[in-house]
């Protein structure tokens, strides 16, 4: 370890480590309620739940997380190669799709896959007349693998295909001038370039398959986040939750350690690219992409969007009875709105910190805020509950204290997003406006700020549409009578009234996609490459 | 005169050590600069000296040794201005020109509000008028290292630093740029040091050339002393291309291979005589030497010689003069040579 | 430049429209109450207008699944704002009260109730029941071969064909009465025999209802108002209940039920909402949208379902089926809760 390097070379200034410790303070609530909640009966829950669950649990969650990490890789490095580096048509409507399933969550994806791929589900239905009597099981670890694949890979998708369009392409050339065909070159020289964004593709889908609760839960698979949930669930049993809950931090904490390593080995010289990129003919292959895009694009999108429109066609012609959409739009949208400025306002100065001037608060602010990230949301809504009635009467159920829940579960999301702008940005930059006699401030204000328009943009889009699928800590911290898309979602799903929760969900998702979508369209996910 | 005038102030360095880790990048270099001097601080890569110039900046922190502008300590051990109050200018090797704002919005960037006028006087001083609302990606290199410039002198720095100025300029508009930057420099009277690998730039352009070696300044004199007179072996290297003959020194002159040479400065015994390529003469000088090949390089022509009893060596002689392979000179030392005393 | 401006402008126009929902009044003459609900939206929603219209007191609900709600209130303790919770289960109600966060109820409100269905200290009243039933596909199985008791389902021939959702808290709870009626080693021998005679787990009783309907399996233990509810959704299906023998745990009675929170800010509105909650309007409304048993004030439910009166579930008291910690930790220990 060379301590010399955690000295910040330069002081930072109070504006930018002042968030920075408020960011690492937020973020230890629900490490301080854990650690609290967790031994308040001793060791005793400890040892037992080691004896019992933790080991099957902890191997079934890995295990899954492994799994859907390896399929999401599997399809995004694909996708994410065929939409930046060859001459399909549509490029950019090919990325908007393979983006947009950003915007529906894991749990209406999961209702589908039930609804369409059960053993006697709508696909069922069409092939009864080929003699398929029914079709494989679909829940347990497979389906919950294949859902999670779904909903998740546009995480890797993202990063993948930002690292290929910004990546050096000369040694790319060389290696084809020394006669190397372009399927070798990819394997020999691209895919080993893309290592680094593979790794922090693979973490974002292994937080994003340890934190999930929907799929799992609707595909019946135990996680350790599932579990949580059913410890609350069956016997109201806080310490033993608790006790789950700061075991799947600890494991991320040593999942975001060994990553952080293999990150930092691998960093070293990138280059970024100068010239054009000269797209790869497909010819007859072309055929073959295009039909692995359609596929992934089906099951990702096509597929849950249309059994929610076929639940709402449905419910329609029986006249079923749908849920005044209004004030849910509105409150969804005002949080989310709402929740991602304040995300990203607080997000960005820890970012300047991590990318410009290193130190132990850095890091700290970076890491604790990954740990949240990856703890359950019903976890850190319990947290926020804890504080909230003791030392935050005043905001408490009210929408504030919502905010501050989203801003504790998403600022790492704003902040893979705006570091990776940053330090891809000229650091001279800054150094040429202090020359010419600006403070940190005024440089950051006038050079900083505006050249990182685009992961501004990027993360702000991320915090949104996260925000607006977020459903276990909407439920618990809205204020009382406070409708909205999720909680509707949810509510009328439980009721099994599927026609009513179509309908929150198609807006919910429509919503969500808008800012995502639109970045993919213009390009500037690039942003997005952490 | 055209532009206001600054207000040079002298700059002192010593002992400045700067240290990455375990590695002293700087170690303990010596330098002073003089009000309105333009210093060169020549070195290859990794010496330092860009490091040194980023410390008197106030983008590194030194771990010993201190840094005075004008008189006052900027940075020691103890103290350090942040760098936007010293009021030092500093000219990046990449510019660092911002990419998202105008020529202009460059150049005023580190100007108070309303001062349109004195941008709009740059602009005209680096012929650069009308090209004040383009983006910096809409000039050519040798544009934006002039606004790299005018944007750092914009705002009367006490200092201005350059960072391998000409670098990323090609040979033709490299000369033009040397002559303008040392002229403009001249007009505002700037206290100047810039950081150089090339040593006809450092020549062409600087009052003094300071040579740094492994994080030390090991010499610092003008260019014509640097190149007729230097101080040690190590530092003759840097001023042009340097070969040594083994000689007995008798006071004003010396015994060589090369014949007798007069000594630049007196030295008796053992020593080796610095005798450049281009300080040969050729033909009707008493030693007989052999063209062993020969190198056309337009003005000039590069000879490789031998003479019995010491290695190859090289003279540079106009190109139109006729030389082959295995043709014969008398060859002989013109000009008075440096000689340093054979140690041991 | 412009675009940060517009988003900046979104972000404060945003802010200022959270703040004015934040700071909203909304104190009307009535006063307001408090409402946890673990009941979604859709079974509560119509009877709180009513409610609101008729007695003038607001009413602010909180929709959350009731173990959230019950998590919540467990974590609020003694400063909870909410005056009453309403819960889908017994189990949940009992949770809270162990906590000693629940109010006695008047002898008003809890004499509408049969006493099997209410605490017996009074902290609680069943608003509506339901009853285990064993929901079946009548194009794969002919009625005569239905079994009598929750131990025919480990039979040979229902291998594969029996769907069940340990994660559920009301199929919990038919374990509790099982280790209660039968013994906690029947219970552990019927859960690990289930498990060998390959039953299909499911997510929850809607899951299992739909995958009787459709075939994918035959039968499965569930609630009887599901198969209601998605007849409601959906129309004809492919799905009836059949009801257990008399005095069998798989024909446990159990009740979503009301109480008040001894931290109440407004307990007499409080109160009277649990209350109306069992006057004929609400008692009809239930009856009528959810499918389950009206508690209170003989009111009937569906025709076309089994009246309450006709049901002969096993004599246990509600109360007693709070052990749930012995039922997960069986539950886990046999692998059937994975």
């Known amino acids: 370890m060379n301590w010399a390097a955690l000295r910040p070379a330069r002081k930072a200034p109070a504006a930018l480590w002042l968030p920075g410790l408020l960011a690492v303070a937020l973020t230890f609530i629900p490490v301080f309620y854990l650690a609290l909640r967790s031994t308040e009966d001793g060791w005793s829950p400890w040892s037992r739940a080691f004896h019992t669950s933790v080991p099957q649990l902890l191997q079934r969650s890995l295990w899954l ?234 099951l990702a999108l096509v597929l849950p969007v249309g059994v929610l429109i076929y639940w709402l066609i449905n419910g329609l012609r029986a006249n079923a009875d749908f849920p005044a959409l209004a004030p849910a739009v509105r409150h969804s949208v005002e949080m989310a709105l709402a929740g991602a400025a304040i995300t990203v306002a607080l997000a960005f100065p820890v970012a300047i910190l991590s990318a410009r001037y290193g130190g132990l608060l850095a890091r700290a602010a970076e890491q604790a805020a990954y740990v949240t990230h990856a703890l359950p949301g019903l976890v850190v809504a319990l947290a926020l509950v804890f504080f909230g009635i003791r030392y935050a009467t005043g905001l408490y159920q009210t929408v504030w204290m919502l905010l501050l829940a989203y801003v504790i579960l998403f600022v790492p ?87 009513g929760a179509a309908l929150p969900a198609l807006a919910l998702i429509a919503v969500a996609a808008i800012p995502v979508g639109l970045l993919a369209w213009k390009g500037d996910i690039g942003a997005l490459e952490s | 005169m055209i532009l206001e005038l600054s207000n040079p102030e002298p700059l002192d360095c010593a002992g400045v050590e700067v240290r990455f880790g375990s590695l002293k990048a700087v170690n303990g270099a010596n330098l002073q600069v003089a009000a309105g001097e333009i210093v060169a601080i020549l070195g290859r890569s990794g010496s330092g000296k860009t490091t040194l110039l980023r410390a008197i900046a106030g983008f590194e922190r030194v771990a010993a040794g201190e840094i005075r502008i004008g008189g006052r300590v900027v940075e020691s051990t103890s103290v350090s201005v942040p760098a936007h109050k010293r009021s030092v200018g500093l000219v990046f090797q990449d510019y660092a020109l911002f990419p998202n704002r105008t020529v202009a919005a460059n150049i005023a960037y580190g100007l108070p509000r309303g001062s349109a006028a004195r941008v709009t006087e740059l602009l005209r001083r680096g012929e650069l008028e009308g090209l004040g609302g383009r983006y910096p990606h809409q000039l050519s290199g040798g544009q934006q290292q002039r606004v790299a410039v005018l944007r750092s002198l914009a705002p009367h720095p006490r200092i201005l630093l350059l960072d391998e100025p000409f670098s990323n300029l090609d040979a033709a508009l490299r000369l033009a740029m040397r002559e303008e930057l040392v002229t403009i420099l001249r007009a505002e009277g700037m206290t100047a040091v810039l950081v150089t690998h090339d040593r006809t730039d450092a020549m062409a352009a600087a009052d003094r050339i300071a040579v740094m070696d492994a994080g030390r300044v090991i010499e610092t004199a003008t260019p014509l002393n640097l190149y007729m007179r230097p101080s040690s072996k190590e530092s003759a290297t840097y001023a042009a291309d340097a070969q040594f003959f083994p000689g007995v020194a008798n006071g004003d002159t010396a015994e060589t291979p090369l014949g007798t040479v007069r000594l630049s400065m007196p030295l008796r015994g053992g020593c080796e005589v610095l005798i450049r390529p281009e300080w040969i003469g050729v033909k009707g000088l008493g030693v007989p030497a052999t063209v062993v090949r020969r190198r056309f390089e337009g003005a000039h022509a590069r000879l490789v010689l031998s003479v019995p009893g010491i290695p190859e060596f090289v003279a540079v002689v106009p190109s139109w003069m006729a030389a082959e392979a295995n043709d014969s000179f008398e060859i002989g030392v013109n000009v008075a040579v440096p000689a340093f005393a054979t140690a041991g | ?304 379902i089994k009246p309450l009166a006709e049901l002969k579930p096993p004599a246990i008291d509600l109360s007693d089926l709070d052990d749930l910690a012995g039922t997960l930790a069986l539950l886990r220990s046999t692998g059937v809760l994975k």
């Open chain 1, 65 to 298: 997380a492994a799994v859907v990490a390896l399929f999401c890789v599997a399809v995004a490095v694909p996708a994410a190669w065929l939409t930046t580096r060859a001459d399909i048509p549509a490029r950019r409507v090919w990325s908007v799709l393979l983006t947009v399933p950003l915007a529906i969550p894991s749990y209406i994806t999961a209702l589908a896959v039930v609804a369409f791929l059960g053993p006697k589900g709508m696909l069922q239905g069409w092939l009864e007349p080929l003699g398929v009597d029914r079709l494989p099981e679909v829940y347990g670890f497979w389906g919950a693998a294949f859902t999670l694949t779904c909903a998740g890979y546009p995480y890797v998708y993202l990063v993948v295909r930002a690292a290929l369009a910004s990546a050096d392409t000369a040694e790319e050339e060389a290696s084809r001038s020394l006669g190397v065909s372009p399927l070798r070159t990819f394997f020999a020289i691209t895919l080993p370039g893309l290592v680094p964004a593979l790794a922090a593709g693979i973490l974002l889908s292994v937080l994003y398959t340890l934190s999930d609760f929907g799929a799992v839960s609707l595909l019946n698979y135990s996680t350790f986040t599932r579990d949580i949930f059913i410890e609350y669930q069956s016997s109201f049993d806080r310490t033993g939750a608790a006790v789950l809950g700061a075991i799947l931090g600890l494991v991320t904490l040593l999942i975001l350690t060994s990553e952080l390593g293999v990150r930092s080995w691998l960093a070293r010289g990138r280059k970024r690219r100068q010239a054009a990129v000269r797209l790869v003919p497909l010819g007859r292959w072309g055929v073959l992409a295009l039909a692995f895009l359609s596929i992934a694009v089906s």
């Open chain 3, 1 to 304: 430049m412009h675009r940060l401006r517009i988003l900046s402008l979104t972000t404060a126009a945003a802010a200022l429209a959270v703040m004015a929902a934040a700071c909203g009044g909304d104190d009307d003459d009535g006063g307001s109450i408090t409402v946890y609900s673990g009941r979604s939206e859709a079974l509560v929603a119509p009877i709180i207008e009513d409610f609101t219209e008729e007695t003038g007191i607001k009413v602010n609900v909180k929709y959350a699944g009731t173990d959230a709600a019950a998590a919540l209130l467990l974590e609020e303790g003694g400063k909870s704002p909410a005056d009453v919770f309403f819960s889908q289960d017994g189990g949940a109600l009992g949770a809270v009260r162990e906590a000693g966060l629940l109010a006695t109820l008047p002898g008003s409100i809890t004499g509408l109730v049969p006493e099997q269905y209410r605490a017996s200290d009074g902290s609680w009243v069943g608003i509506s029941g339901r009853s285990r039933v064993v929901v079946y596909n009548p194009g794969l199985i002919n009625a005569s071969d239905l079994p009598a008791s929750y131990k025919d389902l480990t039979s040979a021939k229902w291998k594969g064909k029996v769907g069940w959702a340990p994660a559920n808290a009301s199929f919990q709870a038919f374990i509790t009465a099982v280790r209660k009626v039968d013994g906690e080693d029947a219970a552990k021998a019927w859960l690990e025999a289930m498990a060998k005679n390959d039953a299909k787990t499911y997510a929850n009783n809607n899951a299992i209802v739909s995958a009787v309907a459709s075939g994918e399996i035959s039968l499965g233990v569930v609630n009887h108002y599901y198969l209601w509810g998605l007849i409601k959704d959906q129309g004809e299906i492919n799905a009836k209940n059949h009801y257990l023998a008399a005095g069998d745990p798989g024909a446990l009675v159990n009740v979503a039920g009301a109480a008040v929170l001894k931290s109440a800010p407004n307990k007499s509105g409080a109160e009277k909402f649990v209350e109306y909650l069992l006057q004929k309007h609400a008692q009809e409304f239930f009856a009528q949208e959810t499918f389950e048993y009206p508690l209170a004030n003989g009111i009937a439910t569906d025709p076309r």
């Open chain 1, 413 to 499: 999301n704003a902040l893979s997003a705006l570091r990776g702008t940053l330090v891809r940005q000229p650091a001279n930059l800054e150094d040429a406006a202090a020359s010419l006699g600006k403070g940190p401030l005024m440089a950051i204000a006038t050079v900083t700020a505006p050249l990182a328009r685009p992961g501004l943009a990027a993360a702000f889009a991320l915090v949104f549409l996260t925000i607006m699928k977020e459903l276990p800590a909407t439920l618990i911290l809205s204020p009382p009578g406070y409708q909205t898309l999720p909680g509707l979602v949810w509510s009328r799903s439980t009721d099994a009234l599927y026609a």
